[in-house]
C-alpha cells in the first residue's frame, strides 16, 4: 500500500468581476494507473485543497490521468517522495489565454487550440460581427424581450464576453445570422451569470458555428453538470462522491437553487434519488416558483414511484408537468430529457387527459441545439421552437419580430424589436479603428454633424427626452405629429438610448462647438428613426430655438491640384 498526494493549481480560472461572491473550488476526477494502464483508484482533485489517494501494491510509477468536462484529459507521472508516498501536481500553465476567459477552457471541445499556449489560434470572432443578439425574459406568463445591458464585456482575437446580472425569472438568449441558425442558450436567473461566445473548432456539421459557454459562478455544480450532459457517469460520480456533493447541493437549497437542481438532476440519473426525503424536492418546488426544473423532477420522482389506480396520482403528474410549462423553460438540458419521459410515461396512461403540452414538449425535444449542459433550442421566438434551421440577418430578424407582433395585434411601442444589438456592438470600437480626431461609431450606427446655434447638446437631449415620453401616451401632441408624418411608432426602439444620442464631437480636425446626432438604430427601424428625426424632432428643435438651432455641417471642400 502507498498514498498518493495530487494538488491542484488553477488560479487563473478564478477571474470574478468586481461584486460576485468567491466562486467555489475547481473540481475534477482522476484516474491513477500503473504503466500498463490498470486502474488502481479513482479520485477528485480540489483546488482549494490536496487530495489524498490511497493506493494498492503495484509495480513502477503510478500516472494520474485528470479529465476535464470537455473531455479532455491531463496525464502526470507521479514523483516519487520518502517512505511509499507519491505526488502529482497539476496546474494551468498550459492554459494561455486572458484570465477572464480561463475558466472555458475547461469546458470546451476536447481538441481546441484555446488550450494550447503555442499554437497560432485561428479562431476569428470578428468573422461573426454581424451575428445578432437578443435577451428574453419570462415575466408574467410571457416571454418578453429584455433589455440588453451586460455589466461588464471583454473581447480577445478568439472571444467576445459578457457579464450579466440576472433576476430571479428564466432567462434566454437568442443569436443568429445569414449563416448562423437562429437558436437559444437558457441563462441562470437570481444573479450574476457570464457568457462566453467563440467560434466552434467542430467539424461535425450538425454542430452550431458558434459555441456559446455559460457560468453562473458555481463550479463544482456546473462541472457536475456538464460531465452528466456527456454521458460521463464515472466522472460525474467520482465527483458526486465528494461531500457527498450531489446531496449536499439539495440540502442547501434554500441559499441556492440553482444547485440545487443540479445536485437532484445527478440524483435522477443515478437512482440516488430514493435514498433522499421525498419532502426535500417538495420543498424545493414550493420555495422557487419561478424555475420550471423543480416541477419537472417532481413530476417524474412520482412517475418513477409509481402511481396507483384511483389515487390520482396521474393527475398530479400531469398538474406538475403542465406547472412546469407555465413556469417557463428548464435552465438545462438535463430538463427536456425528463420532460420527454414524462410525457411519454403520460401519454401512455389510459387515465391521463390529453393535454396540448405534451405536444409542445415533443416539439422542443425535436428542436434541441447543443450548448452544453445548458437547454438550447432552434426556432424564432420562445414560444415556437421549431426543428428545422432558420437563417436570416438581423433585418430578417426584426422583420419576423413585427410580423409576429403585428398578427398578435400588439401594439405596445417598441416591443417588437426591443432587445436586439449586434455581437459588434457588444464591445465598443472593437471592430473599428479607433479615431482620435472624430466620435467612433460602431455598426448599425448613423452620424449627421450639426453647427451648434443656440440649442446646447443639454437642451436637444432633454427635448428627445421629453419626446420619447410623450410618445407612450396615445393622445399627446407628439403621437398626433407622428401619425400626420406617415411614421409607425411600433417599429421605433422604447428606450431613447437605442434609437438617438447626443455627444459633443472632440479632436484637433473638428470646429469647436460642433454637435453629433447619432442616430444609433438596426437596419429595418433606421429610417423610422431618421423620419422622426427629420421630420418632427429637428422642427420642433427649429422652431423653439430658431433656424440657427442646428444647421448641418457641410463636410469641408477639397482643392482639385491644377495640372501644369
Known amino acids: 500500500m502507498s498514498d498518493l498526494t495530487v494538488t491542484l493549481n488553477y488560479s487563473s480560472t478564478d477571474y470574478t468581476p468586481a461584486g460576485v461572491a468567491q ?7 482522476l484516474k491513477v494507473v500503473d504503466a500498463d ?14 487530495s489524498s489517494i490511497t493506493l494498492p501494491d503495484f509495480e513502477g510509477p503510478p500516472f494520474v490521468r485528470l479529465t476535464w468536462p470537455s473531455g479532455r484529459v491531463q496525464t502526470r507521472r507521479a514523483v516519487p517522495g520518502a517512505a511509499s508516498t507519491w505526488t502529482a501536481h497539476f496546474d494551468d500553465s498550459r492554459i494561455s489565454h486572458n484570465e477572464w476567459s480561463a475558466w472555458a477552457v475547461l469546458r470546451l471541445g476536447e481538441k481546441s487550440t484555446f488550450a494550447e499556449p503555442s ?3 485561428d479562431l476569428d470572432i470578428q468573422k461573426f460581427d454581424k451575428v445578432w443578439l437578443r435577451l428574453w425574459k419570462y415575466d408574467e406568463g410571457r416571454w418578453m424581450p429584455a433589455p ?42 437570481g444573479g450574476p451569470c457570464r457568457v462566453l461566445i467563440t467560434p ?10 458558434l459555441k456559446v459557454v455559460v457560468t453562473s459562478y458555481r463550479r463544482d455544480a456546473e462541472t457536475l453538470l456538464e460531465f452528466l450532459a456527456r454521458d460521463s457517469l464515472r466522472a460525474a460520480t467520482s465527483l458526486a462522491t465528494t461531500g457527498p456533493l450531489a446531496t449536499r447541493l439539495l ?22 434519488w430514493r435514498s433522499v426525503p421525498t419532502h426535500w424536492f417538495d420543498n424545493l418546488f414550493h420555495m422557487f416558483p419561478w424555475i420550471p426544473d423543480p416541477a419537472i423532477i417532481r413530476c417524474v420522482i412520482a412517475l418513477r414511484s409509481g402511481v396507483s389506480v384511483g389515487t390520482g396520482g396521474v393527475e398530479r403528474a400531469v398538474a406538475d408537468l403542465e406547472t412546469a410549462w407555465r413556469r417557463g423553460l428548464p435552465v438545462f438540458a438535463e430538463g427536456i430529457t425528463l420532460l420527454q419521459e414524462a410525457a411519454s410515461v403520460l401519454r401512455a396512461s389510459e387515465r391521463a387527459p390529453k393535454h ?24 424564432a421566438r420562445p414560444t415556437i421552437p421549431s426543428p428545422e434551421k432558420q437563417l436570416g440577418s438581423l433585418e430578417r430578424a426584426m422583420d419576423a419580430s413585427l410580423r409576429f407582433a403585428e398578427n398578435q395585434e400588439l401594439s405596445t411601442m417598441g416591443s417588437a424589436v426591443d432587445g436586439f444589438t449586434l455581437l459588434g456592438d457588444v464591445v465598443p470600437n472593437f471592430w473599428a479603428k479607433a479615431r482620435s480626431s472624430s466620435p467612433a461609431s460602431v455598426p448599425g450606427e448613423k452620424t449627421v454633424n450639426y453647427e451648434r446655434g443656440p440649442a446646447t447638446r443639454g437642451d436637444v437631449e432633454a427635448y428627445l427626452q421629453k419626446l420619447w415620453e410623450d410618445l407612450l401616451r396615445p393622445n399627446s401632441e407628439a403621437r398626433r405629429q407622428v401619425d400626420q408624418a406617415g411614421i409607425d411608432i411600433n417599429r421605433l426602439p422604447q428606450r431613447l438610448e437605442d434609437a438617438i444620442r447626443v455627444e459633443d464631437a472632440v479632436g484637433s480636425v473638428d470646429i469647436p462647438g460642433t454637435a453629433v446626432v447619432f442616430l444609433a438604430a438596426a437596419p429595418i427601424v433606421k429610417k423610422v428613426v431618421l423620419d422622426l428625426w427629420k421630420f ?4 420642433q428643435i427649429r422652431r423653439r430655438w430658431g433656424d440657427s438651432a442646428l444647421r448641418e455641417r457641410k463636410p469641408p471642400k477639397t482643392r482639385k491640384a491644377r495640372s501644369r
Open 200 to 209: 466552434s473548432e467542430s467539424t461535425d456539421p450538425r454542430r452550431e458555428p
Open 251 to 272: 440540502e442547501e437549497k434554500s441559499d441556492d437553487p440553482i444547485s440545487a437542481i443540479i445536485g437532484a438532476y445527478f440524483l435522477l440519473r443515478t437512482d440516488g
Open 23 to 29: 466562486q467555489t473550488p475547481v473540481a475534477l476526477p
Open 119 to 121: 499554437s497560432e489560434n
Open 148 to 189: 440588453f445591458a451586460p455589466t461588464q464585456a471583454f473581447h480577445n482575437r478568439a472571444v467576445v464576453q459578457m457579464e450579466f446580472q440576472l433576476g430571479a425569472a428564466c432567462w434566454l438568449l437568442q443569436l443568429g445570422a445569414a449563416r448562423v441558425p437562429w437558436h437559444f442558450v437558457a441563462l441562470p436567473g
Open 356 to 379: 396540448e403540452v405534451f405536444e409542445s414538449i415533443e416539439r422542443l425535444a425535436a428542436s434541441e441545439a447543443w450548448a452544453g449542459a445548458m437547454l438550447s433550442f432552434r426556432g
Open 37 to 50: 494502464g490498470v486502474v488502481l483508484a479513482d479520485g477528485v482533485a480540489i483546488s482549494s485543497e490536496p
Open 536 to 539: 418632427v424632432a429637428l422642427p
